[in-house]
């Protein structure tokens, strides 16, 4: 089923209609998947640092990085 999670309101000026452009669009699905997403990266996450060994690298950072950020830890 298909629902509405977010509307990015876009207004080019302050009594025109709202037009949503490519970006507006992107950025809405953007934020209809983010629990997905922050539920993926945290079972990956999960997933690699079973042996107690957190993986290491730029991009592993980048990771842990992006999961406070969507907690709010940072």
């Known amino acids: 089923a298909s629902h509405i999670v ?3 309101h876009a207004s080019h000026g302050m009594f025109d209609p709202p037009i949503p452009t490519k970006e507006d669009e992107a950025n809405a699905h953007l934020i209809a998947a983010a629990p997905e997403l922050y ?9 690699e ?6 993986p290491a690298g730029p991009e592993w950072d ?10 709010g830890e940072t």
């Open 49 to 54: 640092s079973r042996d107690r060994v957190m």
């Open 39 to 47: 539920e993926a990266l945290v079972a990956l996450m999960d997933l």
């Open 62 to 71: 980048s990771a842990r990085a992006a999961l406070a950020k969507a907690r």
């Open 6 to 8: 977010a509307f990015v």
